[in-house]
């Protein structure tokens, strides 16, 4: 407990729990504020609350988790005790569908923004799961990208993009 194998991705709830993302240890962590260790959940497997390298980690409001299950190509849902409450996504690229989800986030109208690595795109769900939109492809140019590893959503709705392989962000 508290230990880490490549830890991806953080998130803070508004009580002030610490979120990690223990990537190669297929789980993920909860702490206060302090750095105090709470709970785990999660081991390998393809299972609902199992991941593949869990890359992304991301709080809502209410205090529902999402996490980027990046090699099982899904994101999946739980209560902020680790519950396992829905999971949607599969391995392609169509609506929906992803080819390596790194990392997500959510909005404070509660939408979800997924990095869509491997696809070179951001995808847009409701808090349910249900594919809103998409945008980006592969480039260099405005509005494309080369591996989308972070996304972040500002207060005024904006979203912001860590566009690795370019060396930007994008908004």
């Not at 899904?74 to 209560?79: H, L, P, S, V």
Request: glycine share 14%; proline share 1%; aromatic share 14%.
């Amino acid at each position: 407990d508290g230990e880490f194998d490549y830890t991806r991705g953080v998130a803070v709830a508004s009580d002030g729990s610490v979120y990690v993302a223990d990537k190669d240890n297929h789980r993920i962590q909860k702490f206060t504020s302090e750095g105090v260790f709470v709970t785990k959940w999660g081991t390998e497997g393809t299972g609902d609350g199992q991941f593949k390298w869990p890359t992304g980690v991301a709080v809502a409001s209410d205090g529902s988790v999402y996490v980027a299950d990046m090699s099982n190509y899904r994101i999946q849902k739980f209560t902020s005790e680790g519950v396992f409450v829905s999971t949607w996504g599969s391995y392609g690229t169509g609506d929906g569908e992803f080819m390596g989800p790194y990392n997500v986030a959510v909005a404070s109208d509660g939408s979800v923004y997924v990095a869509d690595t491997s696809n070179y795109r951001i995808q847009k769900f409701t808090s349910e799961g249900v594919f809103v939109r998409k945008w980006g492809t592969q480039g260099s140019g405005d509005g494309e990208f080369q591996n989308t590893f972070g996304v972040a959503v500002a207060s005024d709705g904006s979203v912001y993009v860590a566009d690795f392989d370019n060396d930007r962000i994008q908004k």
